[in-house]
C-alpha cells in the first residue's frame, strides 16, 4: 500500500505570506522519501480550500521542486471547464515534470462554484465521465470536435504533446456506488474519503469498484486511493490534544460548507440557524471518529493497525491530509513519523 501527501488546507486567509510554504516542503519531502505522489484540489470561493482554485498551477510549482513523486490533481471538477483546457493544463504539467502527472476528475457538488458554468449543473455527473473520456483521447493525440467563434465545427488537438503515452486518471466519489461502479467500467482510479461513510461502508462500495473493473479486458486490478487526516506524534494523548482545536475547526468549516450547500437541488441548511451545542456535537462526534478509527492520527503504533485494516479491504494508496490547520512547522517535523509508518509497511510488503 502506498502513501502520498493530500493537500485540502482549511482557511486560506490564514498568513499573509509563505501560503504555499507547508506544500512545497511537504512535497520535497514526499519526493525524497518514496512517498507515491501529492495531491492538490480544485476549490472554489470559500476559505475551505481556497488555498487551490486550480490545481495545474499548483501542479506545477511541484513539479519544478521535485524529480520523482506522481503530481496528481485530487481534484479536477470538470463540468466546470472544457476538456480542450483541462488536457492542455495537464499535458503542460506533464512536460514539466517528466511525465508524473495524474488526474482525478471530480463531477463537483456545491452550487456556487457553477457560478463559473452554471449551466454545466444539472448534469454535472454525466459530463465528468464524458469530459473524462475526451481528455484521455486528446492525451493519446486524438482530435475531437468543437465549435469555434463563428460557428464552424473544427478538429482541435492539443499542444504540447504530454510526455506518457497516457494519462493516469481516477474518479473522484463522495460515496456515491454509482460513481465506484463508473470509475470500474471505464478502467479509472477512484478517489475517495471518509465523510459520510465508514469503512464498512467503504469496503461494500470497493467490492462494487473491483467487480466492474474485472469486468473489462485485461488483468489491470485498479486503484482505490483513501484521503484520511493525518498527523502522527510520539504519544497518543498528547497528539490528540495537539491536534483537537485544529482538526475541530477544520470540521467545523467543512461542515459550515457542506450543511449550507444545496446537493441535487435540495435546500441547504444554514449551520448559523442550528443551536450552537448541536453543531458542537456534530463537530465532537466527528472529531472522534477521525482520531480513533477513521484517520491516520496518534502515534504510528495506532496508526500502523488502521493502515492494516485499510489494506485489508482494498485501499491501495493512502492519500495523507496534512494541512488541516497545524502549524507548519508542526506538519513538517510530523512527517518523519508518517515516514516510519510508510516505510514500516513497505517492510511488510516486502516480507
Not at 485540502?8 to 516542503?25: I, P, V, W
Not at 475526451?134 to 463563428?150: N, S, Y
Not at 442550528?274 to 484517520?295: A, I, K, T
Request: include cysteine; glycine fraction near 8%; proline fraction near 5%.
Amino acid at each position: 500500500m502506498d502513501f502520498s501527501l493530500f493537500y485540502f488546507a482549511n482557511d486560506s486567509r490564514q498568513g499573509e505570506t509563505d501560503r504555499f510554504r507547508l506544500l512545497l516542503e511537504g512535497a520535497r519531502f514526499a519526493d525524497v522519501n518514496d512517498f507515491a505522489a501529492v495531491w492538490t484540489p480544485e476549490r472554489h470561493f470559500h476559505p475551505f480550500g481556497g488555498l487551490y482554485p486550480n490545481p495545474a498551477v499548483t501542479s506545477a510549482a511541484i513539479a519544478a521542486v521535485t524529480s520523482r513523486v506522481a503530481i496528481r490533481a485530487g481534484s479536477v471538477v470538470a463540468p466546470l471547464h472544457h476538456p480542450l483546457r483541462i488536457a492542455e493544463e495537464w499535458a503542460v504539467v506533464d512536460n514539466l515534470s517528466n511525465g508524473r502527472a495524474g488526474v482525478s476528475f471530480a463531477s463537483g457538488w456545491h452550487a456556487a462554484d457553477f457560478v463559473l458554468r452554471p449551466e454545466a449543473y444539472a448534469d454535472r455527473r454525466t459530463r465528468m465521465v464524458e469530459y473524462a473520456e475526451q481528455v484521455r483521447a486528446l492525451w493519446r493525440g486524438e482530435a475531437i470536435t468543437a465549435t469555434d467563434g463563428v460557428g464552424e465545427s473544427r478538429q482541435v488537438r492539443v499542444f504540447p504533446p504530454p510526455v506518457q503515452a497516457e494519462l493516469p486518471i481516477w474518479l473522484t466519489s463522495g460515496g456515491s456506488a454509482d460513481t465506484f461502479r463508473s470509475a470500474g467500467e471505464m478502467g479509472a482510479g477512484l478517489l475517495t474519503h471518509l465523510l459520510g461513510q465508514d469503512l464498512d461502508d467503504l469496503a461494500e462500495k470497493i467490492a462494487v469498484y473491483r467487480s466492474a473493473v474485472a469486468a473489462r479486458p485485461g488483468d489491470w486490478p485498479g486503484h482505490v486511493a483513501l484521503m484520511v487526516h493525518t498527523y502522527l506524534g510520539d504519544d497518543e494523548e498528547q497528539t490528540r490534544d495537539l491536534v483537537r482545536p485544529a482538526l475541530s475547526d477544520y470540521i467545523r468549516s467543512s461542515l459550515h460548507l457542506v450543511l449550507g450547500s444545496r446537493l441535487d437541488g435540495k435546500r441547504g441548511l444554514d449551520p448559523a440557524k442550528l443551536p450552537p451545542e448541536e453543531l458542537e456535537f456534530l463537530v465532537e462526534r466527528s472529531f472522534n471518529r477521525y482520531f480513533d478509527d477513521g484517520g491516520l492520527l496518534g502515534t504510528v503504533d495506532k496508526a500502523h493497525r488502521v493502515a492494516r485494516r485499510l489494506r485489508s479491504i482494498g485501499v491501495d494508496e493512502v492519500a495523507c491530509l496534512i494541512d488541516f490547520g497545524l502549524p507548519d512547522k508542526t506538519v513538517l517535523a510530523g512527517l518523519d513519523h508518517l515516514n516510519d509508518l510508510r516505510a514500516r509497511v513497505a517492510a511488510e510488503h516486502d516480507a
